[in-house]
C-alpha cells in the first residue's frame, strides 16, 4: 500500500511539472509574438519617416548609425502643427498661393475663414487658411507661409503617439483574437442561454475594435499629414474724417432738424388726443347740450303783448308774416311809440295845432 500511494505521489507531481513547464513556454511564445508585431509596428513607422529626418539622421562620418543616435528616437510616430500669422498686401492673392503652394506638395486646404472689417469708408480683409500637407513636405511650406509677407508670429509643435499607436494595436490583436474564440463558441452553442451570452459579448467586442481602429486611423492621419495654420492680415487703414456731404450742410441740417421736430410734435398732440378723447366723451357731450338749449333760447325772438289803439281791452299780436311797406318804420320805432300811449298822441296832437297855425297865417 505504501509503495502504491508513493508512485500515485509522484505521478501527480511529475503531472504538475509538466503543466508548469508547458504554461512556461507558452508564455514566453507569447510574449515573444507580441515582440515580434510591436517591432513590426514601430518599423512600419520607421519606413514612413521624413525624408529630410532620415537624411538628417545618416549624416555622419560614413555609417547608417548617424552621430550615435539611439534607434527608438529614429522610430518615433510624430504629429507636426504649425501656426503662422502673417501681414500681406493682398488677402486673396495671398490665399491663392498658398492653395497653390500646397497642391504642389501633395497637400490640401481643409478649413478656410475670411472676415471683412472698415475703417471708415475704407475696408480691409483678415482671414485664416489651414493646410494639410504631407509630414515630408511641413518645413517647405512653413518656408514658403513665412515667405508671403511680414511675419508677426510662428510655431511649431510636436506630439508624439508611438506609444498611443501600439497600445492600441496590442488591443487589438488580444480583442480581435477574443473575437475569434467568441466565433468558434457560437459555432458550438447549443443552449440557447449561451448562444444569447455569445452574441452579446461578440457585439461588445465588436464595438470595442471599431472604436480603435477608428482611433488608430485618425492618429496615423495626423501623423501623415501635418497640420499649418495660416492667418492672413491686410493691413488696416489709418482712420480719416470722412468728407462732408451736401445734404450735411447747416441749411438742409436746421431744416431736416425742424421736419424732425414737427414730426415730434404731431406725435405727442396724437397721443395727447389719444389720452383725453374718453374724458372728452364723458364730460364734453352734457357740456356741448346744455350750451346747445341755452343759445336756442337766446336766439329766440320775444313776443310782445300790447292792447288796441282803441281801447277795446283785446288782445292783438304781431303778424310777423307781412312784410313791411317801404318807407315803413321798423318794429322796433312802432313798439316804443305804442308803448308810450298817450305822450305820442299828444304830440302828434301838438303837431297838428302847429300846422293849423301856420295855414291860418298864411
Request: hydrophobic share 35%; aromatic share 4%.
Amino acid at each position: 500500500m505504501n509503495v502504491s500511494t508513493r508512485r500515485r505521489a509522484a505521478s501527480a507531481l511529475l503531472v504538475c511539472v509538466l503543466v508548469v513547464t508547458a504554461g512556461c513556454a507558452g508564455g514566453l511564445g507569447n510574449s515573444q509574438e507580441v515582440g515580434g508585431d510591436a517591432g513590426g509596428q514601430q518599423s512600419g513607422l520607421q519606413a514612413d519617416a521624413p525624408p529630410e529626418e532620415a537624411a538628417g539622421e545618416g549624416d555622419g562620418n560614413g555609417g547608417g548609425g548617424g552621430d550615435g543616435e539611439p534607434l527608438q528616437a529614429r522610430q518615433r510616430a510624430v504629429i507636426r502643427t504649425g501656426h503662422v500669422d502673417v501681414r500681406v498686401e493682398e488677402f486673396d492673392a495671398a490665399r491663392r498661393n498658398l492653395t497653390r503652394t500646397a497642391r504642389g506638395y501633395g497637400g490640401f486646404v481643409s478649413d478656410s475663414r475670411v472676415e471683412v472689417n472698415s475703417v471708415g469708408n475704407e475696408s480691409y480683409e483678415t482671414g485664416l487658411v489651414v493646410l494639410r500637407v504631407p509630414r515630408e513636405n511641413f518645413s517647405a511650406m512653413m518656408a514658403d507661409a513665412t515667405a508671403l509677407g511680414a511675419v508677426r508670429s510662428s510655431s511649431t509643435e510636436s506630439e508624439d503617439v508611438t506609444d498611443k499607436l501600439v497600445d492600441i494595436e496590442a488591443r487589438l490583436e488580444n480583442l480581435r483574437a477574443e473575437r475569434d474564440r467568441l466565433r468558434q463558441l457560437y459555432r458550438n452553442a447549443n443552449d440557447t442561454e449561451d448562444v444569447l451570452a455569445v452574441e452579446e459579448r461578440l457585439s461588445e467586442v465588436q464595438g470595442e475594435i471599431e472604436r480603435l481602429e477608428a482611433r488608430q486611423q485618425e492618429l496615423e492621419r495626423k501623423v501623415a499629414f501635418s497640420t499649418i495654420r495660416v492667418e492672413l492680415r491686410e493691413p488696416r487703414p489709418d482712420r480719416r474724417v470722412a468728407p462732408d456731404h451736401w445734404y450735411d450742410t447747416p441749411v438742409l441740417s436746421a431744416f431736416l432738424q425742424s421736419v424732425d421736430g414737427v414730426v415730434v410734435t404731431l406725435r405727442a398732440l396724437v397721443v395727447a388726443g389719444a389720452y383725453a378723447l374718453p374724458y372728452l366723451v364723458v364730460f364734453g357731450v352734457p357740456v356741448v347740450g346744455a350750451v346747445a338749449v341755452l343759445r336756442r333760447r337766446w336766439s329766440r325772438p320775444s313776443l310782445g303783448l300790447r292792447s288796441n289803439d282803441g281801447g277795446d281791452g283785446s288782445v292783438t299780436t304781431p303778424d310777423f308774416g307781412t312784410a313791411e311797406p317801404p318807407g315803413s318804420e321798423p318794429d322796433d320805432t312802432a313798439d316804443a311809440k305804442e308803448g308810450t300811449g298817450e305822450s305820442v298822441d299828444a304830440t302828434e296832437r301838438t303837431d297838428e295845432s302847429v300846422d293849423s297855425g301856420d295855414g291860418s297865417e298864411e
